[in-house]
Structures are given as structure tokens and as C-alpha cells.
């Protein structure tokens, strides 16, 4: 129901019309009575927002439940440390691939904020379309499900409401658990030896709030196999295995990371 809302009111406002895409036809609410008396509601709740991505980004991410931003960390990214990230670490790698290359990976994607941010960074700085850098350049894993879906409705309105929309986009975008997902099933990513950039913001959460699933996978990480670890921990040794041999890593990370000792001198050796 909220998708429907939000992809409702962004076509509406945007006064985007005849979309051909599949996805998002299938979100847009139009003849339902009921639910065409809550998009009125919905309206007006936005007047004097300008209900762009970046506002659609903030929506998506203010309605995960508190238990769940509590248990996987989620929370948004503002939009100036996704393009800090992103363009930092696409200068550092650049000089190696043509920017049109570039594998991107986002381990934790939420609801895909930093794929926003690099689509708009590379169409900016290349001729790929949208079509081609969501079917080659982006590779995106969240926990959630409902994460996923979010993030091909972002990306899928970004596309359209900058003048590209097409029945079906391709994304290459999974639903599991970071602790134990395989990316050298993922074949592109194979091939590449490894993501040439990774960048997220991994989930803070603490060793006391962590599910048991997760906590039990913990173990599989060297960084993280003994003590009581943090969730965040072990996305630094996960990103750095799960980059090629000139990749780069860019993440946002807290003060205890920087100052511990275990941790700096654990990530030195991988």
C-alpha cells in the first residue's frame, strides 16, 4: 500500500504520463475508490514538497519499521556522503577502467540510495543509458525484500522521469544475507574478478540486538569470530574479499572503527 502511494504521487506530481514500464504500472492506483481517496489524502500531505528521487529515497526509508531499523540497521544516507563516497572512489579507481566499466556493489543496498548516486554520477560522465548501467554496472544485496522492491521502483522512476522507460529493466539486485551470500555465483561479477568499487553504508547494529541467524554467521568471519562483534564488523572483510585485485572499498564508518587496534591490525592482514 505504501508503494502504491508514493509511485502514485510521484507519477502525479511529475505529471508523468502512457508509462510503458511493467513495474511501475503495476504500483500506480487508478480506478479503486478507497485507494484513490487516500492518494487525495496523500496529495495534499505534499503540498509544498517538491517530490523528487532524493524526497522518495527519504519516504521509502522513513517507513521501515522501527523493529526492523532496530535488528538491520537501516537508515538513510544524505545525499552529499553518497556523492562524496562515490566520486572519491571513482577517482581513485578510474585511472585502472574506463569509467563506463566500472562494476559498482553495494552490500547492504537498502533501498538504493547509493545506485541513485551512481547512476546519475556515470550518466553524467558517459553515453550508457540507464537500461545498460542497471543491467551491467550495478550489483545490490539487502536482507529485506521489501528493500529490493524499493530500489527497482527508485531506479525504475529515475530512469522514467528523465525521459528513458522501457517495459522491463534488468537489475541485478538480491535479496539475502550479506554474511553468507556468494558473489562468485553472481557471473558478471565472476567474470570481473570481483567488483572493481564497493560502496554502503553497512549496518550499525549492536552485538546485543543482532538476530540469532546472523550472529551464528558472525563466525564465519575472521574479524568477527571471537568477542562479542558489532554487525557492521565483518561488511569491511566481506567488501575487501569481494573486491577484484585493484578494487576499491568506500564506506561510511563510525569513530570505534578508526581508534580499535584488533580491527585495523585483522583488516591489514586480509
Do not use: M
Request: aromatic share 12%; hydrophobic share 40%.
Amino acid at each position: 500500500d505504501i508503494n502504491r502511494l508514493v509511485v502514485s504521487s510521484f507519477v502525479e506530481l511529475k505529471g508523468l504520463r502512457n508509462i510503458k514500464n511493467k513495474l511501475i504500472q503495476s504500483y500506480l492506483i487508478s480506478e479503486d475508490k478507497e485507494e484513490l481517496k487516500q492518494l487525495d489524502s496523500f496529495l495534499n500531505l505534499l503540498k509544498g514538497i517538491d517530490l523528487d528521487i532524493e524526497e522518495l529515497i527519504k519516504l521509502f526509508e522513513f517507513v521501515i519499521s522501527p523493529a526492523d531499523k532496530e535488528v538491520n540497521g537501516a537508515v538513510y544516507t544524505p545525499q552529499y556522503i553518497r556523492e562524496y563516497i562515490v566520486k572519491e572512489t571513482i577517482n581513485k579507481f578510474k585511472k585502472q577502467k574506463n569509467e563506463a566499466d566500472i562494476v559498482f556493489g553495494d552490500i547492504a543496498c537498502g533501498c538504493g540510495g547509493f545506485f541513485v548516486t551512481i547512476t546519475n554520477i556515470v550518466r553524467r560522465n558517459t553515453n550508457k543509458s540507464f537500461f545498460e548501467i542497471y543491467s551491467k554496472s550495478i550489483y545490490g544485496l539487502d536482507i529485506q525484500g521489501y528493500s529490493i522492491e524499493r530500489t527497482k521502483i527508485l531506479l525504475s522512476l529515475l530512469a522514467i522521469s528523465q525521459g528513458e522507460d522501457c517495459e522491463t529493466f534488468e537489475f541485478n539486485l538480491f535479496q539475502g544475507n550479506a554474511l553468507d551470500f556468494d558473489w562468485n555465483k553472481v557471473r558478471n561479477v565472476s567474470q570481473n574478478n570481483g567488483f572493481d568499487i564497493i560502496v554502503g553504508n553497512p549496518p550499525y547494529v549492536g552485538s546485543t540486538k543482532i538476530d540469532s541467524e546472523s550472529r551464528h554467521l558472525l563466525k564465519n568471519w575472521s574479524v568477527s569470530s571471537s568477542g562479542k562483534a558489532d554487525l557492521y564488523i565483518p561488511f569491511f572483510q566481506i567488501g575487501l574479499e569481494n573486491l577484484n585485485n585493484i578494487g576499491v572499498l568506500g564506506y561510511i564508518t563510525v569513530n570505534t572503527f578508526i581508534k580499535s587496534l584488533f580491527l585495523r591490525g585483522n583488516l591489514r592482514s586480509l
